[in-house]
């Protein structure tokens, strides 16, 4: 493409450090290789940036061709749906949780209708959502909602990592009965055919176990033997180059790692716990088999530290990265 791609970044929890690192990353030099255009509040962030002190230029537009792509601005698309003065850093609030989901729903409708190019997405609290009368367990449910997408997978991208999840929020009690041989199969598919996006034209992936030593041949848990095994086989018979599965505690050591360019594992903490040891602060969340892209944080919404100006941009900045990336690799 000759322009640079156009992001939409959704301002995220207001009561968190979604607003704080979006004003931080329009320092840096994203503009190198995107158009950023922030889905939020415009007064919001021009207070926020005026109290800590961001020196970065904030330009509300009511229309996508108002965004220059030549000023190096940090254009907002004002919303106009929070107060500033009713918003309290680092805690969980109805009215923030309602404007989460009003800017994902705006950026989303833009990239369907071809006005922005992807979607980057700044964190949310789940129990603000969940006051605010919604139900989702996080971004990656509402998305699926909102393109009409059944299905999807996430990603998270750290380093030379990429990890996929076969279950995601899900209660650790309740993945073993998730962990189903259509269900790693459909995972598996969609991985192999995401990697493309990222340039690997034949991917070679590998399969996590879910118990211990990967089950011991049934002694620490039979869903090896009765659903991943199986899913492996047979995915592998129709041409997917894929191994396992391999004991997760031993499976991210470099000389396992080595060659594969995606790992899938059954739950949320055995992907995510070595992701964040190997690239803390500057991973990536993609969301696989939407129409559209989306990356985002690979972060919360730092309640902790919100308010408090200390919020690291990176991960934020390696999202708009990699969407860039992946809107040109699409297009090409």
């Known amino acids: 493409m000759t322009r640079l791609p156009i992001i939409a970044i959704t301002m995220g929890d207001p009561a968190g450090i979604g607003p704080e690192i979006i004003l931080k990353a329009g320092k840096k030099d994203i503009f190198k290789f995107c158009t950023p255009l922030i889905v939020g509040d415009y007064r919001f962030l021009e207070r926020l940036s005026k109290r800590f002190n961001i020196p970065v230029t904030i330009c509300k537009v009511q229309r996508i061709d108002e965004i220059s792509a030549l000023n190096e601005s ?20 109805r009215l923030t949780g309602k404007a989460s989901v009003e800017y994902i729903t705006k950026a989303t409708n833009l990239v369907l209708k071809g006005e922005v190019d992807a979607i980057t997405t700044a964190p949310i609290n789940k129990e603000g959502l969940h006051l605010a009368g919604y139900s989702y367990a996080g971004h990656t449910e509402l998305l699926s909602e909102l393109t009409r997408t059944k299905d999807y997978a996430m990603m998270l991208v750290g380093g030379d990592i990429r990890v996929v999840l076969v279950t ?9 009965d998730m962990i189903k041989k259509e269900r790693i199969m459909r995972i598996i598919r969609l991985t192999h055919s995401s990697l493309k996006s990222f340039g690997i034209m034949a991917p070679h992936i590998a399969v996590s176990a879910l118990n ?6 049934g002694i620490f848990g039979n869903e090896e033997i009765t659903e991943i095994i199986p899913a492996i086989k047979e995915t592998r018979s129709k041409g997917i180059d894929i191994e396992g599965p391999f004991p997760a505690d031993t499976l991210f050591t470099p000389a396992k790692r080595e060659g594969f360019d995606a790992v899938i594992v059954m739950y949320h903490d055995q992907g995510l716990i ?47 990265r990699l969407a860039a990336r992946l809107v040109h690799a699409k297009l090409s």
């Open 74 to 93: 940090l254009h907002v698309l004002d919303l106009h749906n929070i107060d500033y003065d009713k918003v309290e850093e680092g805690k969980v609030n």
């Open 168 to 176: 995601i929020h899900t209660p650790l009690r309740d993945v073993s």
């Open 274 to 320: 070595p992701i964040k040891m190997a690239s803390f602060g500057k991973g990536v969340n993609v969301t696989l088999g939407l129409p559209v892209i989306r990356t985002s944080v690979d972060h919360g919404t730092a309640y902790d530290i919100a308010g408090k100006g200390v919020a690291d941009p990176s991960s934020l900045i390696e999202a708009l």
């Open 212 to 217: 211990p030593h990967g089950g011991e041949g």
